[in-house]
């Protein structure tokens, strides 16, 4: 029998369950970057702000840019209060206008449509020579969890960027590849119904949720999550993420 989960808080699963699982990418990154103060960082799609936190933390000025309000809005409540940082709702269009720039680092460690589009938008607002970093899903082979995007990708043609996902960016936007990386990002949960609204907080399964029963997905991911279920009940699903660094001309 397939358990009752509990509602489903999409901002609230991603801060509580999910988000932590990347802080190996962010960290990777900043660290190859060198960030720290003097930097001044804008997040595309920067969700609830765990990628900007730690670049404060680091010293970096951050700006932020999601099109989720709630997530916006949790980002905001963590950032210290009177130190600068911007958090705003909408997209790349809402960035101009900002006084925080010119950016030396601009990320999008969560691939958002039209990401080409929204990195023309924007690198006029970053400095020659800024970085510029996308990231995404690793090798299918080395990602656990890729058994159970299939879910998503049997029910809405769906799948997660690729390799050379990431340089066609690149290249679209007028960017220059100067390296990239791969890290390990364990996806780890206390129990499955943990796992599936970790997962859906993700948003990979959004179309898939619209195009069919709520109930009929979460039935699915749970059976692909089977395999990765330990003896005690909690899930392990180790995972390599890849990130590109480019440079603005």
Known sequence: MTPTL????????????????????????????????????????????????????????????????????????????????????????????????????VTAFHPVGGLAAALAAVTPLAQS??????????????????????????????????????????????LRPDGSGRVACPFGYADPESAVRGLLSTGDFDAAVRATEPAQVEKEILEALDPHVRPDGTVWMPNVFRYLIARVP
């Open 6 to 105: 509990v509602p489903h808080h999409p901002a609230r699963d991603w801060v509580e369950i999910q988000e932590r699982m990347l802080v190996p990418l962010y960290e990777a990154v900043y660290d190859r970057l060198g960030l720290g103060p003097g930097s001044r960082v804008l997040g595309l799609g920067c969700g609830s702000g765990l990628a900007l936190l730690m670049a404060a933390a680091r010293g970096a000025q951050v700006t932020g840019v999601d099109q989720d309000h709630a997530r916006v809005e949790l980002a905001r409540e963590r950032l210290p209060e009177g130190s600068g940082h911007t958090v705003v709702t909408g997209g790349p269009a809402d960035v101009v206008g900002l006084s925080a720039g010119p950016y030396d680092v």
């Open 129 to 174: 020579g800024a970085a510029v970093v996308l990231a995404g899903w690793g090798p299918p082979e080395r990602c656990a969890t890729a058994s159970v995007l299939r879910v998503a990708s049997r029910l809405t043609g769906w799948r997660p960027a690729l390799r050379d996902d990431l340089e066609d960016v690149v290249f679209r936007s007028g």
